[in-house]
């Protein structure tokens, strides 16, 4: 089953960023999106992201993790690549700037995972200290 926010209403993006980005692949907060609609969804995360990489040009996402059908969308006059394969790692995005230092590597959590679940996961996330892969950050609160 798919969840879509229904489009009258406005939610506040979830999300939580470690202080600083990390300097690997490492995980640099998560994001609890509404829906697995990556168009509509897309956007908040974006924005909540623009002190840190502003443009955002490209979103790379395993394939299979997010209903979408555009391969590119419009956010404040930018353009911004949609690029999702099927061997990226599942419950991850990756954001790109306009050049590799501009990025950010960000958990998904599933849009229907528990509130409490959720909030486990975005603590942990951002925290400053944790190095934990995604696998990891599910299994704080048994989530698959």
Same mark, same amino acid.
């Given at each position: 089953m &798919?969840?879509t926010?229904? %489009?009258?209403? &406005? *939610?506040? !993006?979830?999300?939580? @960023?470690?202080?600083?980005?990390?300097t690997?692949d490492?995980?640099?907060?998560a994001?609890? !999106?509404? %829906?697995?609609? @990556?168009?509509s969804?897309?956007?908040?995360l974006i +924005?909540t992201? =623009?002190?840190r990489?502003? !443009?955002?040009?490209r979103?790379v996402? $395993?394939?299979?993790d997010?209903v979408?059908s555009l391969s590119r969308?419009q956010?404040d006059? $930018?353009l911004i690549? @949609?690029? /999702? *394969?099927?061997y990226?790692?599942?419950g991850?995005?990756?954001l790109r700037g &306009?050049n590799?230092?501009?990025?950010l590597?960000?958990m998904v959590?599933p849009p229907?995972?528990?509130?409490?679940a959720a909030a486990t996961i975005?603590?942990?996330?951002?925290?400053?200290?944790?190095?934990s892969?995604? /696998? +990891?950050?599910?299994?704080l &609160? =048994?989530v698959?």
């Amino acid at each position: 089953m &798919t969840l879509t926010p229904p %489009s009258n209403i &406005t *939610y506040e !993006p979830r999300v939580a @960023l470690k202080a600083h980005a990390t300097t690997n692949d490492h995980i640099d907060g998560a994001w609890w !999106p509404h %829906s697995s609609q @990556l168009e509509s969804e897309i956007r908040d995360l974006i +924005e909540t992201v =623009s002190e840190r990489i502003n !443009p955002v040009v490209r979103v790379v996402f $395993h394939e299979n993790d997010w209903v979408h059908s555009l391969s590119r969308i419009q956010v404040d006059n $930018h353009l911004i690549r @949609l690029d /999702g *394969y099927r061997y990226w790692p599942s419950g991850v995005v990756k954001l790109r700037g &306009t050049n590799d230092k501009q990025a950010l590597t960000i958990m998904v959590i599933p849009p229907n995972t528990s509130t409490p679940a959720a909030a486990t996961i975005l603590a942990a996330a951002s925290n400053r200290r944790d190095n934990s892969t995604v /696998g +990891e950050l599910m299994e704080l &609160t =048994s989530v698959r």
